[in-house]
């Protein structure tokens, strides 16, 4: 299976915003997604290309994926405004 490491990362990505979703109690799923996957892309960023810890065939870099999602996904719950 070629691309288990990305369908596995999108998945936690998916998961991570729907958990944030429902712990906030908050209706925008959609808004969550969209930062998940925003972190996902940068976390896997500074694992390949910045660190270079990790290659693409490799599982190393799923993780730091995954930190970078919930990384911003706290940042987006603390920063965002409240009206």
Request: some cysteine; aromatic content about 14%; glycine content about 10%.
């Given at each position: 299976?070629?691309?288990?490491?990305?369908?596995?990362?999108?998945?936690?990505?998916?998961?991570?915003?729907?958990?944030?979703?429902?712990?906030?109690?908050?209706?925008?799923?959609?808004?969550?997604?969209?930062?998940?996957?925003?972190?996902?892309?940068?976390?896997?960023?500074?694992?390949?290309?910045?660190?270079?810890?990790?290659?693409?065939?490799?599982w190393?870099?799923?993780?730091?994926?995954?930190?970078?999602?919930?990384?911003?996904?706290?940042?987006?719950?603390?920063?965002?405004?409240?009206?």
């Amino acid at each position: 299976m070629q691309y288990a490491e990305i369908v596995a990362a999108l998945l936690g990505g998916l998961a991570l915003a729907w958990i944030a979703d429902l712990a906030t109690g908050r209706r925008g799923l959609g808004a969550t997604v969209l930062v998940s996957g925003v972190g996902l892309v940068c976390g896997w960023f500074l694992a390949v290309r910045v660190f270079a810890i990790s290659t693409m065939e490799s599982w190393v870099w799923v993780p730091c994926s995954l930190f970078g999602a919930a990384f911003c996904l706290v940042a987006f719950f603390l920063f965002r405004s409240k009206r």
